[in-house]
T-cell receptor, first 117, second 111 residues
Framework: GAVVSQHPSWVICKSGTSVKIECRSLDFQATTMFWYRQFPKQSLMLMATSNEGSKATYEQGVEKDKFLINHASLTLSTLTVTSAHPEDSSFYIC?????????????FGPGTRLTVL | SQKIEQNSEALNIQEGKTATLTCNYTNYSPAYLQWYRQDPGRGPVFLLLIRENEKEKRKERLKVTFDTTLKQSLFHITASQPADSATYLCALHNTGNQFYFGTGTSLTVIP
């Protein structure tokens, strides 16, 4: 149980285009999802916290107009990288928090590798 | 400033030995701390959680300690195996319900 999927697993796009990444909790409901970014040989950096039905909370230094987050349902959150540039190339990982007994755990998706040319 | 530092970027040990990884933090007051394993190109996988009022937690060959006075957690893998080779991340849960990750330690267990 507690599986989180991401789609796509990798994407290559041209500079200036927008890319949408989906994060789904497959067998549980997640009122809170988190989006992280990880550059090579670095740790995960929290970008934003996404709550179902409300606006996401962004970490300091993360542009909310560039990284659009929509948490439309209890099982789906999307991250859209708008007007992507090469410096946005990174590994994007989402996680979902399960309610109930497991609520202190985060379950991570497999990540999405974004390459902007 | 807030920091979460893990002892070294890379750690090599011989198979069968105990690996000890360190997580030190400053300017956080975490309610609990977690350890994750991450393999290349994959998302982190949860291993253990330890609360601020717990000194030690065990799970099979894994042991975690948490010292809130020293602001440090130690993560031990006993009888290490080559399959334990991965990057290990500590993460703090703060009062705002976010998790903040350490820099990670890449462990290599040599057969």
């Amino acid at each position: 149980g507690a599986v989180v999927s991401q789609h796509p697993s990798w994407v290559i796009c041209k500079s200036g285009t927008s890319v949408k990444i989906e994060c789904r909790s497959l067998d549980f409901q997640a009122t809170t999802m988190f989006w992280y970014r990880q550059f090579p040989k670095q740790s995960l950096m929290l970008m934003a916290t996404s709550n179902e039905g409300s606006k996401a909370t962004y970490e300091q230094g993360v542009e909310k107009d560039k990284f659009l987050i929509n948490h439309a349902s209890l099982t789906l959150s999307t991250l859209t990288v708008t007007s992507a540039h090469p410096e946005d190339s990174s590994f994007y990982i989402c996680s979902a928090r399960a309610e109930g007994l497991l609520r202190n755990e985060q379950f991570f998706g497999p990540g999405t590798r974004l390459t902007v040319l | 400033s807030q920091k979460i530092e893990q002892n070294s970027e890379a750690l090599n040990i011989q198979e069968g030995k105990t690996a000890t990884l360190t997580c030190n933090y400053t300017n956080y007051s975490p309610a609990y701390l977690q350890w994750y394993r991450q393999d290349p190109g994959r998302g982190p996988v949860f291993l253990l959680l330890i609360r601020e009022n717990e000194k030690e937690k065990r799970k099979e060959r894994l042991k975690v300690t948490f010292d809130t006075t020293l602001k440090q957690s130690l993560f031990h893998i006993t009888a290490s195996q080559p399959a334990d080779s991965a990057t290990y991340l500590c993460a703090l849960h703060n009062t705002g319900n976010q998790f903040y990750f350490g820099t990670g330690t890449s462990l290599t267990v040599i057969p």
